[in-house]
């Protein structure tokens, strides 16, 4: 029974550790390309990850993403 609360909290820390990197970041463009550029420059530069998460083009693109280690 004590080996199961410890994978339960080591398990608890472990996506604790994951989520608190986790950062939203936004860029716009002219294009969808352009937009993805600058996401990709954002993650490089925190040495991350991103995934897309909202894109929307009128005028300008503007595109959001989710960082993560």
Not at 10 to 38: P, R
Not at 53 to 68: I, R, W
Request: proline letters at 0%; zero cysteines.
């Amino acid at each position: 029974m004590n080996s199961v609360k410890t994978f339960v909290a080591v398990a608890a820390l472990s996506v604790m550790s994951f989520g608190a990197f986790a950062q939203t970041v936004s860029a716009s463009a002219s294009t969808l390309d352009g937009a993805e550029a600058k996401i990709a420059a954002q993650a490089k530069q925190a040495g991350a990850d991103y995934h897309i998460t909202e894109a929307y083009a009128g005028n300008q693109v503007h595109m959001t993403a989710e960082l993560s280690k």
